[in-house]
């Protein structure tokens, strides 16, 4: 996975994430699946719904167990 400066991150644009105040990035697939696997860890129920829902309509060829 690439890294994310904090500069790089703070010039990422609000869709580009896919949690509450600007939580899981989601700029590129890599991020995305890495947002996917942090929320199933530590997110409540609603938080995981809202996280998948975010990563399947910017990278619709993303699912589970790929």
């Not at 994310?4 to 580009?16: G, I």
């Not at 939580?23 to 890599?30: L, T, V």
Request: aromatic share 8%; hydrophobic share 35%.
């Amino acid at each position: 996975m690439a890294r994310l400066s904090s500069a790089d991150r703070r010039a990422l644009p609000a869709k580009d994430f896919a949690g509450p105040d600007r939580s899981y990035p989601i700029n590129d697939a890599n991020h995305a699946r890495n947002a996917l696997s942090r929320v199933s860890q530590f997110g409540t129920e609603a938080l995981k719904r809202k996280v998948r829902e975010k990563v399947y309509r910017k990278f619709p060829d993303i699912r589970q167990g790929e």
